[in-house]
């Protein structure tokens, strides 16, 4: 009986925890694809499609190949961002520091 009661506490407090993940993924999820609209506009507007397509390599590697390169990698977003800023392996791009965030987040979320 004692048992019996012990599993059930458990399984209900693991239902909850796993309804609350799933409550944060989606508010997560939503968040990001709601960034990635507003950066794929901006993109556009800041001449980024001239060179970049998400998912075709014209010039310049597609968004979805590099997302993938950067995958997984602490500090990518603030080194591209770094990197578009001041042209250092890139050619500059004059954007605030808020559009730069909204263009690499939009980048990296390609896939
Ligand atoms: C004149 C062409 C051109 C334009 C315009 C351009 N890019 Fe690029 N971009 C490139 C090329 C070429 C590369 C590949 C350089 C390399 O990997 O060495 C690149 C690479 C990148 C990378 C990966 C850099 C790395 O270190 O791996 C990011 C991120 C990026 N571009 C974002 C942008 C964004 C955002 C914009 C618009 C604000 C933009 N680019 C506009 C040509 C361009």
Redesign the pocket.
Known sequence: MREAAGVSIRSRFARRSFVSAVVAAAVILQTTEIRAQDGGQL?QA???M???AVDQTK???SFKD?AA?YKGQDGAAEK?AA??KNGT???Q?A?TDAELQQ??AF?LAAR
């Open positions: 993109a800041k001449g980024c001239a060179c970049h010039s310049a590697p590099i390169k591209l990197e578009l392996g890139h050619l791009i954007a263009l690499i980048v």
